[in-house]
């Protein structure tokens, strides 16, 4: 299988929920099975994605980003591309912030739900963020094993 959608959303806030919109229907289309917590799950990490690019790349200013979603046989990628400042990976995974920190827990966020994030800036000056979640990822929060009560 190698499905793929390609389109384009100005950096204005309001738009995202377009994007959020055709995320849930490619996931569904893609015929992977995939329960309601997994696809709220990525339609979350692309928010962050997407609020991070309004935010920091073109500091709330309204700009293009082009998204990319594709599945194969082994994962799902979300590819989000722009023109703005963009920003620095540091390599490895971060902790999260104390819960006084304003900010700072969207790569967090990011690599949990979909396992891998890499970032690069073109020599063109695009920033192309990709999100890739292999089908054996279990998510953020896996689901508990049916013999464990939560409470």
Not at 2 to 12: A, D, P, T, V, Y
Not at 55 to 83: M, W
């Amino acid at each position: 299988m190698n499905l793929r959608l390609r389109f384009q959303i100005s950096s204005e806030l309001e738009r995202h929920a377009d994007a959020r919109r055709r995320l849930e229907r490619f996931l569904r289309a893609t015929g992977k099975p995939l329960d309601e917590a997994a696809i709220h799950e990525m339609q979350l990490a692309l928010d962050e994605a997407l609020s991070n690019i309004s935010r920091h790349s073109y500091q709330d200013h309204a700009g293009p980003i082009d998204l990319e979603f594709i599945a194969t046989d082994q994962d799902i990628q979300l590819v989000l591309r722009d023109k703005g400042s963009g920003w620095k990976k540091t390599p490895g995974k971060r902790p999260l912030p104390s819960p006084e920190q304003e900010g700072g827990r969207g790569l967090g966020i990011l690599e949990g739900v979909m396992g891998e994030v890499s970032f690069q800036r073109s020599e063109e000056g695009e920033n192309i963020l990709r999100l890739c979640r292999h089908d054996s990822h279990p998510g953020w929060i896996p689901p508990l094993p049916e013999e464990v009560d939560p409470c």
